[in-house]
């Protein structure tokens, strides 16, 4: 990019991507801070260290998080391994998948993220409950010290650690639902020393802070200003190492005063301010893998970004928190819910027989409105295939699920088959692919999501 010669239009050399390069840690960062605000652990939030477990599926109404799934109940925790490893535990539980995805500051999940098909380690007893747990101690960046036998070492380039728990439901039934919060309650999260100690270890109280704004993060890091944005950015790589190491990425960061930082070389505000309008155009507009049948699919790299920085700015933006391929895939499409003259648009997505999802765990289909939340809807439904398999065509085999507004005339099809989307306004659907059997999805799999006739 060749140097300004007009800030207020355009951004100086290097710093629209230094934007781009910072985006992913400052989401991170934002949604730490709505995250564990708290004194004390509540619904949605928990202080540093301490779980936050949703016991109910999301709803419309949770905004802290884009594009949640509602298939399984999360497990939460913003964990700091700046003064020693923290212990995670997590209980043998029957027939069910479970993941532990954990991510550093830069939103890269770590490979060595445990679940149930990959739990790592043999489980141990748990003295102070008394049952089998899979233990792990995650460790920050040149940690050094004994792991007791029977745990698996974490390691991690960044103190701070996002994890991510999914535990599956089976169905939405009230039962099924404590079944899954009672194996919430035998999660265990604390010091190594603790641990080691007795097993046992009362949290202290977190922190409020009334100043820390309630806007879901998505929204609030395109209200900073490029000023506000280059000033955070400076202070979280005071403590933040870069993951990959990158030199270049250094020396330009060190050019424009952002890290270390030097106000004397720092651009003008009008010009971080172009920064952030291209930096934001930018990572919007990112294309990436290429589309499949109208699908944004991206079946590589996901996850984990290396220098990638555009890529990983854009999952930040529209779905931060991404699995690892063979943890997870999550092909994407968008589309409007009307035509030019604002008539409802229905759609469908059919599998031809043998092409549902290949999956060793379950998969989903979710919608979402606007601004990657839930879809509101009378009947409250969020997502299919998973609970109730989808009825196919007795005939030909093949699966067809309706996208649309209105529900179905028939009754089975609402039941199985159907996925409300808004009334008006654009709108995405996600696939879902939990433990997807990679080598097995064709290369022009999934099927397009076509308009057809509403079912009415």
Known sequence: MAASTNPQQDPPAGATDLYVFGYALLMMELTRRLQTNTETVNATQAPVNQFCQYTSPPTPEMKDVVRPNVDTLYTQAWIDLAVEPMVLAVPVMDDRYWLMQLMDAWSNTNEESPSSLTPLVAPVTDSAQGIEVYTYVLTGPGWEGEIPEGIKQIVFPTDTVWLIGRTELHNLSTDEVQTVVGYQDQMRLMPLSAWTDSGAWTPPNGHYDPNVPTTPPSELITRLSGTEFFDELSALLERTPLDPPDDATSALLADLGVHPHDESRLPDAAALDAAKDAGLDAISTYQGAPYINGWKFAKTDIGAYGTDYLQRANIAMFGLGANLPQDALYPSTFNTSTDADGAPIAYTLTFPAGQLPPVDAFWSLTAYDASSFLVENSENIYAVGHFAPPVADPGTGATTLYVQAEEPADP?????????????????????????????????????????????
């Not at 306004?425 to 939990?434: D, K």
């Not at 080598?439 to 009415?456: G, N």
């Open 412 to 456: 089975e099809m609402a039941t199985a088959n159907w996925l409300p989307i808004p009334t008006s306004g654009n709108f995405s659907v996600t696939l879902r692919l939990y433990a997807p059997q990679t080598d097995d999805i064709p290369a022009d799999w999934p099927p397009a999501l076509t308009p057809a006739p509403a079912q009415d």
